[in-house]
């Protein structure tokens, strides 16, 4: 049996082999991965950094479930990754039940404050949401999520479960190279909040590589939930500390806004693709949009263009921008507007967009169709049983709203930057109302048995690199490492930003087309993936090496 030090240290191998054979690029390659997938029959779990990673597997061991292991991993996360993710922000997951074969939905989104209108920022002086400060702040749902998921299926006691976290807490644990580069870019955010100074920047100055951080105000908070429950949170001293940071600086929320919280489960939605069920959550997530690039992709012969060709990329680009226009039309919190999801995932609907593209030629925009009638760590998680869960938690930006709540140790995020000021729009912002979301897990199903649970960080990125680590696995063959690792595109803002991977000759002919092709670093996300392989049952599992971590399993 692997120890939790083995574990680790095994995961940072990986990596440095990973980034040694390809000459510390962490782009260079187009098709093909550089390390092999991890493959294990007990358990596997894959996360965004090797201590989450290695907790996990830690509470698999120790006789909890994939659940159990999935909520270990994102509180250790919370405090290895702190500028992505944590208690202070939200939560979606997708969750394989393997004893009744039910797939189920999880929300762990936050409402607005009731006093956040449009009425109410306008006249603050507001012109569009603001990216940081108190009037970012929507309820956090992230803990909610994490204690509704383990009050419907965790086994061991969310103490142990939380207990690796705890530890890291107090005792420490050493800054990788990339987090702190990470860290040094948002030392302004930190500079504006008392707390946040405290916390982040001990010694007045984001930590370097190698430095030991410790958040003990975190490991105390830990403790008291894991005593107290989700009451702890939303009703108690916690809550009472959220509420004066945020009432403190000009804010408007209210213990009632964070008592009423409450997560919700909700049915997965799916496109079928060439005998292959993607699975996605149903709004306020943005996770419709990579299944529209699918029906839409479904009708071109993408395998005869090459992998990463520039016609491929063309296609999937404009697939994007069609999908990307009903996003910013159509995706709202369905309790304030009627989403016409299933016209939208409609496979005539789909043909109909798809007659839009011109496949010479790129369009600078499309309409959104008419069908009436955003930081973050992602990890998963599959168990000896094959129950999975596709597990995404996220502050938003780095280090959210840049507001820690006093001495809690708790970073808030600043999700509610995803409302608009726009008030035609299905998504501006209402009191009690949840913004539209960026993170999204996936999880791909064969024949009604689960195949592939998965995800990609980083905003807008994520609904069109599912689309593309999907189609590398299933047009291209790809393994479950190197479709996460093969060479990405992101289009966003109107510009194409390509990965070092994909060559010159693909970028001219790109440029011919129309696209505003430009180098863009590090914004191609982190993906994470656990395969079960349909004849054996083994469990193979990938990690991006974009990112610090690793999967491993026992």
């Avoid at 945020?246 to 213990?255: C, S, W």
Wanted: proline fraction near 4%; charge should be neutral; glycine fraction near 10%.
């Amino acid at each position: 049996m692997i120890d939790v030090k083995s574990a680790s240290l095994l995961c940072a191998l990986l990596l440095v082999t990973a980034i040694a054979v390809a000459g510390h690029d962490r782009n260079a390659r187009s098709v093909k991965g550089t390390r092999s997938p991890v493959l294990a029959r007990n358990g596997m779990v894959a996360t965004s950094q090797p201590l989450a990673t290695a907790a996990g597997l830690r509470i698999l061991q120790q006789g909890g479930n994939a659940i159990d292991a999935a909520i270990a991993a994102a509180a250790v996360l919370n405090v290895v990754e702190p500028h992505m993710t944590g208690i202070g922000g939200d939560a979606f997951a997708i969750v394989y039940w393997s004893k009744t074969g039910e797939l189920a939905g999880l929300n762990a989104s936050g409402r607005a404050p009731a006093a956040m209108t449009l009425d109410y920022l306008k006249k603050k002086g507001y012109t569009s949401m603001p990216d940081s400060g108190v009037d970012a702040i929507t309820v956090p749902g992230a803990f909610d999520g994490w204690f509704s998921l383990h009050g419907k299926f965790g086994k061991l006691k969310l103490a142990d479960v939380l207990a690796p976290a705890i530890e890291y807490a107090e005792n420490g644990f050493p800054v990788s190279e990339i987090i702190s580069n990470q860290w040094q870019l948002m030392a302004g955010r930190l500079m504006r909040d008392e707390w946040a100074k405290k916390t982040f920047m001990p010694d007045g100055h984001p930590l370097q590589q190698g430095e030991i951080f410790y958040n003990r105000n975190l490991a105390a908070t830990f403790r008291k939930l894991a005593a107290g429950g989700r009451d702890a949170f939303y009703k108690g001293e916690i809550a009472e500390k959220i509420v004066k940071a945020i009432r403190d600086k000009g804010g408007v929320m209210t213990m009632e806004d964070l008592a009423s919280h409450k997560s919700e489960w909700v049915k997965p939605i799916g496109v079928n693709y060439k005998g292959y069920d993607l699975y996605e959550l149903p709004p306020n997530g943005q996770g419709m949009a990579a299944l529209q690039m699918l029906n839409i992709l479904e009708g071109f012969d993408l395998k005869s263009l090459g992998h990463n060709s520039a016609e491929y990329l063309h296609l999937l680009v404009e697939a994007k921008k069609l999908a990307f226009a009903d996003r910013a039309r159509y995706i709202a919190d369905p309790d304030f507007a009627k989403i016409p999801v299933e016209k939208l995932l409609s496979k005539p609907y789909a043909a109909e967009r798809r007659k839009l593209i011109d496949r010479e030629r790129a369009r600078q925009e499309y309409e959104p169709g008419n069908a009436e009638q955003s930081d973050t760590i992602y990890l998963t998680v599959v168990d000896r049983d094959h129950n999975a869960v596709s597990f995404i938690n996220s502050l938003f930006d780095a280090f959210g709203s840049g507001v820690v709540a006093s001495d809690t140790g708790i970073c808030l995020h600043n999700r509610g930057a995803g409302f608009s000021l726009n008030p035609d729009s299905w998504n501006r912002v209402e009191g009690r109302k949840r913004p539209m979301h960026t993170i999204i897990p996936a999880f791909v199903m064969k024949d009604g048995k689960p195949l592939w649970s998965y995800g990609v960080m980083g905003g807008d990125n994520q609904p069109q690199a599912h689309a593309q680590v999907f189609l590398n696995m299933i047009e291209f063959g790809m393994n479950v490492q190197e479709a996460g690792e093969a060479a990405r595109f992101r289009h966003t803002g109107g510009r194409l930003g390509l990965e070092s991977g994909i060559g010159a000759e693909v970028r001219r002919l790109l440029a011919i087309k129309g696209h505003t092709v430009v180098n863009m670093i590090d914004s191609y996300g982190g993906y994470q993936g656990i395969l079960v392989d349909p004849k054996t049952g083994v469990l193979m599992g990938g990690s991006d090496p974009r990112k610090d971590g690793c999967a491993m399993g026992w």
